[in-house]
């Protein structure tokens, strides 16, 4: 199983970014994905979670009405577009593949991607 992250950078405040996470070596429509982001010095934090079909998601209250998580299943491809940047997004940003039902905690996912650095300005 694989999960690449990337589309990380560095931008400035108020500004967007489109993250992006392509799997492999799973049955990708089968699992809920996740985006977690960890910042120096902090633990690693739930972010925003998509349901199998994508019919539903789920945000942490930091991100709501600023990030969109979103799915492709043709392309095994989940995505977090990120608007309204603000110097605290700064972190490394993981896509997660969760069995089952969407999970918003660490434990509750199977397979973790190597993660891509978001840095953002002031």
């Known amino acids: 199983v694989q999960l690449q992250a990337f589309g990380g950078g560095l931008v400035q405040a108020g500004g967007s970014l489109r993250l992006s996470c392509a799997a492999s070596?799973?049955?990708?429509?089968?699992?809920?994905m996740g985006w977690f982001r960890q910042a120096p010095g902090r633990e690693r934090e739930f972010v925003a979670a998509i349901t199998r079909s994508g019919g539903s998601t789920y945000y942490a209250d930091f991100v709501k009405g600023r990030f969109t998580v979103s799915r492709d299943n043709a392309k095994r491809t989940v995505y977090l577009q990120m608007n309204s940047l603000k110097p605290e997004d700064t972190a490394v940003y993981y896509c997660a593949a969760a069995a089952g039902l969407l999970q918003t905690t660490l434990r509750g996912y199977d397979y973790w991607g190597q993660g891509t650095l978001v840095t953002v300005s002031s």
């Open positions: 070596g799973l049955p990708f429509s089968n699992y809920c």
